[in-house]
């Protein structure tokens, strides 16, 4: 097989994925884009017979999706911040330093890390209460960072462990501080796993609902997730607004990913270095 | 050097204390004046919000000092949210929900006659004040009700040449029948998880079953309900349904009658506009009353909806809490609610309002022979969870008999 | 301070500057530890306490707590009739999901290293299903597999593969592998990226060698290329084995875990036990034993993980 013919295999197997993991997505975009009454028609048809792109328009209205939109990245954004804050001197000082109970803590992660807030909505519910903190964005910041937490240190763990101890001694040494040989030396190294640890975390917040649903209580503290479901009830169905939503909802995830891929494949291996 | 740790700890605490401190919602309803109350709302449809938000802008302006937070929650995840506020003693002022009987018995929430004037609870029809009592006192507030009947496609009766819809289960069956034999599903029959109850119920009353006995018992297995069951089996064994009944919902049954696939289904004064109308505006369709095994008499399945007063710290939020319901329960006020989503009247005084429109009116007038589920009754909500995960199967592989003692075990075991 | 007030006392003076000393070092990790120890403490683990004491209570259909009900709720838990096939299942679920999706991301990772024009967009592509919700995409494969108007069903009717509609998520064998088929799709992305990054971890040289060694294709992968992935595989599987374990979206948007129970894995059962049943009490034993069992896994996990550094 030549070399050419081998590229050209390739790039039609590529592109075959790619169409693969993007068809229940296109389906998603033509179910949004078909008027109401055409959506339960059997047999269904593949694309509207009328292209209906009020549908996107219509959204704003039927719901406070900028408000929706504007929590959910306070949201995400928040968590991914706190939880950066958090990890990042753990994960540092675990990496560099032995101490007692440094494998307690490592294992406390590793634990932590399985528990799904599905589970134990009830008790971070009643923890809201007590600390006063329902139906605020706080409780939502503060509860997706702590579930991301554990997942970010081994990450970031792994990630500082793997940066040669020299390199940073040899910046403290010039007299940086140890502080300054951390911010220049040795997390920039380290850049592919912190982009990981933000993407993970983000994307986990961004989708997070059950949390969602029982702190926030007004509208205008509920993120996307809450919000989009509420199209379709026992009374009504707007599939059509539900599937325009969740796609409006996808793009700034994606944008978010475009930017950083490169950096995400050097980080998703950082946790595995022990 | 140690001090650059400390700094930089302490640059994160404080941010994340920051970030965690920073403004609290004004949303929780705690003042100590018991003068702002909260209210926990179901979606019925689109027009839900709009209402109560303006309903409590009224309130709000007329009750001076008085405010009400607002809190709207689907049908859907309104069980998860309402057995966390009452686990974490966060349970709403008021709250608009589909029981109350398990409330009543853990002393949770007021006696109807301590949260509403006695004008209003005099204006409460007397078969849902029926429906709102536990131990024969009055708990609950009967809020909105619907009724269901038989949904027939007259054009596919036209062309199976079927004169009137049936009256009889004999000729349920044979109608459908014809209407397989022109091409479309004969009956729809909704028994997946969503409504299975609702469904069951409505066929078991008008063979004399129920849930049950005259002393109020669990009769569950009883011999007419087996009979239902088995005449329900038979229906789907024969083809006539649509296929695989028991993962079926109501939305499906009704996205398909009202594309004019479906011959005959059950369904509630909601349908048309929730349903039918969305999808096809057109469709000749027909109201009839459920058909019973005899033909001769027919019963309603009767649904209610209700408000639950919960009890606050020594009865503070009482006062609020009556003037916000006596401000609902004007005849004014709760009869907007019921033309804006299309339920039936629980109180006296709404209950002209509807009548003038003609397909309303089928419903109205079908209230009085309506029968109810014992939601009175605390374990009917395990009941009705175990019927909604069950009952199904005894459609599809299942033997009912085997099913319904299953069922009654479940129970008995509730209570 | 306190040292020097204990010292005063007369104790030997030596003493409490060791435990002093001593201290200082057990306490200088803190400064580093405490924000996520604290975040960790409270936030994660206090609700699991909560979570154990509640499998202890009764609590009564609406929520209200009645008193201690010592282990009733674990009888009652383990009387189910449906309890063993549940959790079968669930293994079946965990396992079956992860196997697949190793597999596949093994094919997928080589893929979206290799060169080949439009690779980016390509990546961008496998991106999109981690980056919707799963709610979401659950609930679109319902829609395309819906027996009326699903697409799924139009396509093989089209096609002349089916003759009739199949109602795929009515029958417990086809849902059941159609929403593995689903979590499959979910999983991948992020597995994939897992492996392509171990990929592009191992250096170049090693091939080299390999090549001057002249091994084939395949002798190379599998004697070098594989063993290499290892770490990469391993955080893949631990990930995945929680997030599958823990899915709820999927099996609740599709198929709610029936007819009956015949697609419950233990996170619907548990759901189910809440709020059909109306048992809150018993559905907190049932999360009890969930974590038992995800704790099992990390203790599978440690010793894969112990086994893979001792031959590296």
């Known amino acids: 097989m030549t070399r050419r013919w081998r590229v050209a295999l390739l790039a039609g197997v590529g592109w075959l994925v790619a169409l693969f993991f993007l068809a229940p997505y296109v389906e998603m975009l033509l179910t949004a884009l078909k008027p109401e009454h055409e959506l339960t028609r059997s047999p269904g048809g593949y694309v509207p017979s009328h292209w209906q792109w009020s549908n996107f328009t219509d959204v704003w209205t039927a719901a406070p999706l900028w408000t929706n939109l504007r929590v959910s990245l306070t949201v995400a954004g928040g968590s991914t911040l706190l939880t950066l804050l958090c990890a990042l001197p753990a994960a540092y000082y675990s990496a560099r330093n032995r101490f007692r109970g440094r494998g307690a803590f490592l294992v406390l992660v590793l634990v932590t890390q399985m528990f799904a807030p599905t589970a134990l909505v009830v008790g971070v519910y009643r923890e809201a209460v007590m600390l006063n903190l329902t139906d605020t964005l706080e409780a939502l910041i503060l509860v997706n960072a702590a579930f991301n937490l554990p997942f970010c240190v081994w990450i970031l763990h792994g990630s500082f462990s793997s940066v040669p101890r020299e390199l940073e001694e040899a910046a403290f040494l010039d007299g940086t501080g140890r502080i300054g040989a951390l911010l220049r030396v040795t997390l920039p190294v380290s850049m592919p796993g912190v982009v990981t640890a933000v993407v993970y975390t983000f994307i986990a917040a961004w989708n997070e609902y059950i949390v969602a649903l029982t702190v926030s209580v007004s509208d205008n503290r509920k993120p996307l997730t809450v919000a989009i479901p509420s199209f379709v009830t026992q009374y009504q169905e707007h599939w059509q607004y539900l599937f325009a939503t969740s796609l409006i909802a996808i793009i700034p995830v994606v944008v978010l990913f475009a930017l950083v891929e490169r950096y995400l494949i050097g980080g998703l291996t950082a946790g595995s270095v022990k | ?415 | 301070m306190d040292g020097v007030s204990i010292a005063g006392r007369g104790a030997p003076a030596s003493r409490p500057a060791r435990l002093l000393a001593r201290l200082r070092v057990l306490l200088a990790p803190l400064p580093w530890l405490a924000p996520a120890l604290l975040l960790i403490g409270a936030v994660v683990l206090w609700p699991v306490v909560e979570m154990v004491r509640t499998s202890f209570l009764a609590i009564s259909s609406s929520g209200a707590t009645l008193g201690g009900a010592g282990t009733r709720n674990y009888k009652d838990l383990f009387d189910e009739p449906d309890l063993g096939a549940v959790l079968l299942r669930t293994l079946l679920w965990v396992v079956g999901i992860v196997v697949i999706t190793t597999v596949l991301s093994l094919a997928l990772g080589q893929l979206l290293n290799a060169r080949f024009p439009g690779r980016r967009v390509v990546r961008w592509a496998v991106i999109v299903p981690w980056a919707a919700s799963v709610l979401m995409t659950a609930l679109i494969w319902r829609w395309m597999l819906d027996n009326d108007s699903g697409v799924v069903n139009r396509l093989l009717l089209d096609l002349g593969l089916v003759d009739e509609p199949v109602n795929w998520l009515a029958h417990p064998g086809q849902a059941m592998a159609w929403m593995m088929a689903v979590a499959v799709f979910v999983t991948l992305p992020f597995t994939s990226f897992v492996i392509l990054a171990g990929l592009q971890s191992i250096p170049p040289e090693v091939y080299e060698a390999a090549r001057v060694d002249g091994a084939s294709g395949w002798t190379t992968y599998l004697r070098i290329t594989l063993p290499l992935l290892r770490p990469a595989l391993l955080i893949g599987t631990i990930i995945n084995c929680i997030n599958v374990f823990n899915n709820f979206p999927i099996i609740w948007s599709m198929t709610q875990g029936g007819p009956q129970h015949a697609t419950d894995t233990s996170t619907t059962f548990t759901y189910k036990i809440a709020f059909f049943d109306q048992h809150v009490g018993e559905s907190a034993a049932m999360a009890v034993v969930n974590f038992a069992l995800v704790l099992f896994m990390v203790a599978l996990y440690l010793r894969a993980a112990r086994r893979s550094g001792a031959t590296s």
């Open chain 2, 1 to 415: 050097m140690r001090k650059q740790f400390a700094g930089a700890t302490a640059v994160g605490l404080s941010l994340a204390l920051a970030l965690t401190g920073c403004g609290k919602g004004s949303s929780s309803g705690d003042d100590s004046s018991g003068k702002t109350i909260r209210f926990v709302a179901a979606i019925y449809d689109d027009n839900t919000k709009g209402y109560w938000d303006g309903l409590i802008k009224d309130f709000e302006a007329k009750n001076p000092g008085y405010k009400v937070n607002l809190e709207m929650v689907d049908w859907e995840q309104m069980d998860r949210k309402v057995k966390t506020y009452v686990q974490t003693k966060q349970a709403p002022d008021v709250l608009n929900y589909n029981a109350f009987s398990d409330f009543a018995r853990d002393g949770l929430i007021y006696k109807a006659e301590e949260v509403v004037s006695p004008q209003v609870l005099s204006d409460f029809t007397p078969t849902f004040v029926k429906q709102a009592q536990y131990q024969g006192a009055q708990y609950g507030l009967p809020f909105i009700s619907s009724a269901r009947l038989l949904f027939y496609n007259k054009d596919l009766f036209a062309k199976a040449k079927i004169d009137k819809p049936p009256a009889s289960w004999a000729e349920v069956q044979a109608d459908a029948q014809k209407i397989k034999a022109a091409g479309a599903t004969g009956y729809g029959l909704p028994l997946g998880p969503e409504e299975a109850q609702a469904e069951f119920y409505s066929w078991a009353m008008n063979n004399g079953g129920g849930w049950v006995d005259s002393s109020g018992k669990w009769a569950i297995n009883q011999k007419a309900n087996v009979e239902t069951l088995t005449f329900l089996r038979d229906l789907t064994k024969s083809g006539v349904t649509q296929p695989n009944p028991e993962t079926t919902d109501r939305a499906k049954v009704f996205n398909q009658f009202a594309q004019g696939r479906i011959g005959m289904a059950i369904g509630g004064p909601f349908t048309k506009a929730g349903f039918i109308d969305p999808a096809n505006k057109n469709l000749n369709f027909g109201v009839a009353p459920l058909p019973s095994k005899n033909g001769s008499s027919h019963d309603t399945l009767g649904v209610m909806d209700v408000l639950a007063a919960f009890k606050r710290d020594g009865g503070k939020n009482k006062e609020a809490v009556r003037r916000f319901l006596d401000f609902f329960y004007s005849a004014e006020n709760s009869s907007k609610f019921l033309k804006l989503e299309g339920f039936l009247p629980v109180t006296k005084s709404a209950g002209d309002a509807l009548s003038a429109d003609p397909y309303m009116k089928q419903f109205v007038d079908a209230l009085p022979t309506s029968q109810f589920a014992p939601t009175g009754n605390p374990a009917w909500s395990a009941v009705a969870g175990a019927v909604k995960q069950d009952l199904g199967a005894a459609v599809a592989n299942g033997d009912p008999k085997k099913v319904l003692d299953g069922i009654q075990q479940t129970a008995e075991k509730a209570g």
